[in-house]
């Protein structure tokens, strides 16, 4: 149970105050998807509606032939989309509670002025991630990008806070997770494994067992959502492009790059600028 009051005050009032913005959020596009089976790149309205787990099984098998590799992610998307839909309310309006509660405890680890430090947190969050309403209040948007980053954020604290643990369940656990995490969308694999090997440079951490095991299974989880079948096809028709073919593949991740690094050039000087502070600070220390 909390001691700190102040502190589950705030997570109720975050709770209750996400609550009642998911409530009023009505399904939206890909949302009416979910609700079919799906049998090709996307169902259409007369397809057969979702009455079961068999069906969202094999809707997530078309997915995965037929249109992107995401079936850790849009399997959640449809049990939610086609069961009571305060179910997801209430759960999703928790997931953002704890999105607050890790980012805190992995920029702000100190019980000295932590309930400020939480209030902070929290209205950033409101204020500053991009397109609140897709990415926290629409179930498909909030699935694929809020939920998934608690998990990410989930990974990188139980890696940092069992890195130099011994015991054997953290052999099996880190891994797991990391393989999990990394098949969630196409960016959150890679996310992991720049992490954890900044954070091994700059902690100057030799790498163990675990770890080597954790790098594969996150390998294996973006190979299982970038080498689905669904994404070839989604190339041809939204790219008109060829994935599998290697011009066509680098003249893409040529595209995609120059987006990423004209759009987030200051942050990616900033965060070079902080690994490097992270890494000399460490040394000093190590001296």
Sequence with gaps: MLKNKKLLFI??????????????CG????????????????????????????????????????????IIAHFVAFVFININKWFFNIINSIVFVCL??????????????????????????????????????????????????????????????HLDDSNRIYYIAMPILFFISSATNETTGGILLVWLSIHLITIRHKPDLKIVLSCITSVLGIMLVILAPGNHNR????????????????????????????????????????????????KKILL
């Design 11 to 24: 997570y109720v009032c975050v709770f209750a105050y996400i609550l009642f913005l998911t409530a009023n």
């Design 27 to 70: 399904f939206i596009t890909d949302d009416y998807h979910f609700l079919f089976v799906w049998k090709d790149f996307e169902p259409q309205i007369n397809d057969k509606p979702i009455n079961g787990l068999s069906d969202i099984l094999l809707s997530m098998k078309n997915y995965y032939n037929y249109s992107g590799g995401r």
């Design 100 to 161: 607050g509660i890790l980012i805190r405890k992995l920029v702000y680890d100190h019980q000295k002025g932590i309930t400020l430090a939480q209030v902070i947190i929290y209205f950033s969050m409101l204020l500053f991630l991009p397109s609140f309403g897709d990415t926290v209040l629409w179930i498909s948007g909030s699935v694929n990008y809020l939920w998934t980053s608690v998990l990410l954020l989930y990974t990188v604290y139980f890696c940092k806070k």
């Design 235 to 282: 190339a041809a028709l939204v790219e008109q492009a060829d994935v599998y073919n290697i011009k066509s593949f680098l003249t893409l991740l040529k595209n995609y790059l120059g987006w990423f690094l004209n759009d987030y050039k200051i942050i990616i000087v900033a965060f070079m600028i902080s690994v490097i502070i992270l890494y000399t600070c460490n």
